[in-house]
Nanobody, 115 residues
């Protein structure tokens, strides 16, 4: 069973930055699809950023140019660098991977953007 553990969330002022990290319990070398989702109160979970294979990325329109997803196969982590944060980015952020027909999720990390 694959386990994912997110870290790096917290409280930040508008315009600030945070870096989220997701540690995976085994090698991610062969995992093709990984991503970050978020869920704000009263809203559905949405895809924020995805990374496929060695580096093809896709982003929600609302975060393009501000967020960057990356993976580190040596450390078995997938990361999300978030810059110029806005109050509407406030949500619980979840790490996700897809393998052999199954989705795996972390427990989530809270990101709050507020002055």
């Amino acid at each position: 069973q694959v386990q994912l553990v997110e870290s790096g969330g917290g409280l930040v002022q508008p315009g600030g930055s945070l870096r989220l990290s997701c540690a995976v319990s085994r090698s991610i070398f062969s995992i093709n699809r990984m991503g970050w989702y978020r869920q704000a109160p009263g809203k559905q979970r949405e895809l924020v950023a995805g990374i496929i294979g060695g580096g093809t990325t896709n982003y929600a329109d609302s975060v393009k140019g501000r967020f960057t997803i990356s993976r580190d196969n040596a450390k078995n982590t997938v990361n999300l660098q978030m810059n110029n944060l806005k109050p509407e980015d406030t949500a619980v952020y979840f790490c996700n991977l897809y393998e052999f027909g199954k989705f795996y999720w972390g427990q989530g990390t809270q990101v709050t953007v507020s002055s």
